[in-house]
């Protein structure tokens, strides 16, 4: 997969009063250990921009990834706009701004599967609102005849209901309400995968420090 714009990442420091743990219920047991099995693997995060919202009709338009394992600080992320032989519908466009012009030229999704199954192999996949990125990556390397190169899916929009219940769960909206440093543009593939880096850490911090101070329980036990 070709590095366009790579954004080197460093490590991230928080306030320590910023601890936020919703209304104060618990974390399930489930989302916890999900979580904390997700420090230790390799994982790939993704965005993707697509010509519309339908999965049989649509193709992706834009892809940006960032591979990070475990342990590590240093993050970058890659983007590859592609062409989908496919107009884009006109809200889409509206939503991520990339018109027919703007890819004619790009190469097509076959061209950069090979590259990228290879950068994803062996990761699980984390997204916000995973089904929709999962769903077209899927999509795309079936029309390749290539099997899903990526290990699993960790869908962020899912962990953070279950953490914060009440509110907006958008990805701006929780970046906003976690105080996340690092923000990237609304509705780019390279600005969302920015942005979801971000609030992946402070997930990960979050039930940390839940773990750490014994709240954790079986999902459904102890309630009153």
Same mark, same amino acid.
């Given at each position: 997969?070709?590095?366009?714009?790579?954004?080197?990442?460093?490590?991230?420091?928080?306030?320590?009063?910023?601890?936020?743990?919703?209304?104060?219920?618990?974390?399930?047991?489930?989302?916890?250990?999900?979580?904390?099995?997700?420090?230790?693997?390799?994982?790939?995060?993704?965005?993707?921009?697509?010509?519309?919202?339908?999965?049989?009709?649509?193709?992706?338009?834009?892809?940006?990834?960032?591979?990070?394992?475990?342990?590590?600080?240093?993050?970058?992320?890659?983007?590859?706009?592609?062409?989908?032989?496919?107009?884009?519908?006109?809200?889409?466009?509206?939503?991520?701004?990339?018109?027919?012009?703007?890819?004619?030229?790009?190469?097509?999704?076959?061209?950069?599967?090979?590259?990228?199954?290879?950068?994803?192999?062996?990761?699980?996949?984390?997204?916000?609102?995973?089904?929709?990125?999962? $769903?077209? !990556?899927? =999509?795309?390397?079936?029309?390749?005849?290539? *099997?899903?190169?990526?290990?699993?899916?960790? %869908?962020? @929009?899912?962990?953070?209901?279950?953490?914060?219940?009440?509110?907006?769960?958008?990805? $701006?909206? !929780?970046? =906003?309400?976690?105080?996340?440093?690092?923000? *990237?543009?609304?509705?780019?593939?390279?600005? %969302?995968? @920015?942005?979801?880096?971000?609030?992946?850490?402070?997930?990960?911090?979050?039930?940390?420090?839940?773990?750490? =101070?014994?709240?954790?329980?079986?999902?459904? *036990?102890?309630?009153?």
């Amino acid at each position: 997969m070709r590095q366009l714009g790579a954004v080197k990442l460093g490590k991230r420091k928080f306030n320590a009063t910023q601890e936020l743990f919703g209304d104060g219920s618990k974390i399930p047991k489930r989302v916890v250990d999900r979580v904390m099995q997700a420090t230790e693997m390799p994982l790939v995060f993704i965005d993707v921009e697509c010509t519309g919202l339908d999965i049989i009709s649509d193709r992706v338009i834009e892809v940006a990834a960032c591979k990070v394992m475990p342990g590590e600080s240093e993050r970058k992320i890659h983007t590859r706009r592609i062409n989908p032989q496919w107009d884009i519908s006109p809200g889409a466009r509206r939503v991520h701004g990339i018109s027919n012009a703007d890819v004619k030229d790009c190469p097509t999704f076959s061209q950069v599967a090979p590259r990228l199954a290879n950068y994803m192999r062996g990761c699980a996949l984390v997204a916000h609102n995973a089904s929709f990125d999962a $769903g077209f !990556l899927n =999509k795309e390397f079936s029309l390749c005849r290539m *099997g899903r190169p990526f290990k699993g899916v960790i %869908d962020t @929009l899912d962990i953070a209901r279950s953490i914060w219940p009440g509110g907006r769960h958008s990805l $701006g909206a !929780l970046a =906003k309400r976690l105080a996340v440093r690092d923000v *990237g543009k609304a509705h780019s593939a390279g600005g %969302d995968v @920015l942005t979801l880096l971000g609030v992946w850490d402070r997930i990960v911090r979050e039930v940390k420090i839940y773990q750490k =101070k014994g709240q954790a329980d079986e999902e459904g *036990g102890d309630r009153r």
